[in-house]
């Protein structure tokens, strides 16, 4: 089953000395990774201006099937039995239940605690007043293997009881510099070296095996999202932001690497996100500081910056990750990428035909929240065409206003639910165990 879900009333279609050290630490991992656990039991019970990247993609519609005596929903004639299902999951949700399922926040954000490494009726009870789609972990809430296992454990238990969905439970992990497991001394697991020095190899084989076992040892912990692999290009001279997570510095050498990762992902049932969209990798700055920029016109992205995405989207990635650069001369405007219709719905959804989900970085990054309220920042993304909404500032402030604006006007019903069911689809085409299939 293809891995990517499709918009709502849409058909879908079956899927599609260092170097040497780095070697060693391979070996270390695919010997950790063949020797790995199974998870452990819980512990406890669109923008008003025209389209400057126009390129028509035709999207054939279909009718919702209809109910059987037995009150089942079939599939109309060549609809995706997965879509019925997500229609009719999303079809028993409350407008409150839709809005929470957009976000992704960490584990802080909806508990108030200080540093969270335990999940406990507390995190059920959290969970109830904010039912999110998603949770994001960082080194430190990852203490060990164990009470790593539990704490996901318990917490996918509570968020399958609250919502009747699986959680998307999340990490950053690359390799390198970007690594909350590998390398961290509770856990035995080989930090696999940064991807500059993967990419330098030029072999794909063991870029893919790389991520295949990257997704093994995060699935057996109870992760099910990896926020990797980085698509961007470093090929700017005076900028090292990306320089040692960045496979390479043209789209020649990164977008085989891409693709080779997000297939070794998918093939160890881990979903994954290829970022940072449209490609941060040239920009001066940090987009976690303040705002970044591009003088790139679509076209030149269009020649080097985006053919990486389009190499991951060869492969069915489940997710893609919109950063916060500013493209003025594609665009016409400053606005953070994350924010922008012109690069969301015209450019990815549009003109490179994107249709799983697209997620924001962090809203809490200087780029976007310098800029805009968390509220604001939330409905703007939202209104650019992304589904998922990654950290805001303040998850109070901006769920709320997600609400607000529904009841304004601002977004429709209509708009959350085309969200909800790629986000949807994607939990159920993984519980089913379909990735890349």
């Given amino acids: 089953m293809n891995a990517s879900p499709h918009s709502r009333h849409r058909s879908h279609s079956a899927r599609p000395q260092r170097l040497v050290a780095l070697a060693g630490a391979i070996a270390c991992l695919l010997a950790i990774a063949l020797c790995a656990g ?47 299902r997500a229609n009719e999951i ?22 108030g605690v200080d540093t969270a490494t ?25 203490v060990n293997e164990q009470q790593t296992r539990d704490m996901l454990a318990n917490t996918q238990t509570y968020a399958r009881e ?20 590998g390398g961290n001394p509770g856990f035995a ?14 072999d794909t084989d063991y870029a893919r095996n790389i991520a295949a076992n990257i997704g093994s040892y995060l699935r057996d912990l109870g992760f099910n999202v990896d926020f ?52 941060i990798g040239g920009a001066e700055g940090d987009s976690h500081d303040t705002s970044i920029y591009s003088s790139k016109t679509v076209d030149e992205m269009a020649q080097e910056e985006l053919l990486p995405f389009q190499a ?34 015209d450019l990815l959804r549009g003109r490179l035909g994107y249709d799983g989900i697209v997620i924001t ?41 997600v609400l607000d604006a529904v009841a304004s006007g601002r977004l429709s019903e209509e708009r959350i639910d085309d969200s909800l069911e790629r986000i949807v689809r994607t939990k159920l085409a993984w519980e089913d165990g379909s990735l890349g299939a």
């Fill in 118 to 142: 335990l999940a406990t009726e507390a995190t059920r009870a959290a969970l109830e007043a904010y039912p999110v789609g998603g949770i994001v972990y960082f080194q430190k809430n990852l």
């Fill in 90 to 111: 999303i079809d028993g949700m409350t407008l409150e239940q839709k809005a929470a399922q957009l976000f992704v926040v960490t584990p802080e954000a909806i508990t």
């Fill in 228 to 279: 990797a692999p980085d698509a961007d290009i470093a090929n700017n001279p005076a900028s090292d932001t990306m320089a040692l997570r960045s496979f390479g510095s043209s789209a020649a050498a990164v977008s085989p690497m891409v693709k080779a990762q997000v297939e070794g992902f998918l093939s160890s049932d881990m979903l994954c996100a290829a970022k940072h969209f449209p490609g």
């Fill in 189 to 202: 697991v080989t930090n696999v070296g940064d991807m500059c020095d993967v990419g330098a190899l030029g």
């Fill in 38 to 84: 199974c998870s452990a039991a819980p512990s406890e019970s669109t923008g008003s201006h025209g389209n400057p990247f126009a390129n028509t993609i035709n999207d054939a519609s279909s009718e919702h099937g209809s109910a059987d005596g037995n009150g089942q929903t079939e599939s109309a004639p060549g609809e995706d039995p997965l879509t019925v």
């Fill in 312 to 345: 991951a989207m060869e492969a069915d990635v489940p997710f893609i990750m919109v950063g916060h650069l500013s493209t003025p001369q594609a665009t016409g405007n400053d606005l953070p990428a994350s924010v922008s219709s012109a690069i969301v719905t």
């Fill in 162 to 181: 609250v919502t009747g969905l699986p959680a998307f439970l999340c990490v950053d992990e690359e390799g390198g510099t970007v690594s909350r497991i």
């Fill in 361 to 401: 970085d962090s809203l809490a990054m200087g780029a976007v929240n310098e800029r805009y309220a968390p509220s604001e920042a939330a409905v703007a993304a939202l209104e650019a065409g992304v589904d998922m909404v990654l950290m805001p500032a303040d998850l109070a402030s901006a769920y709320q206003g």
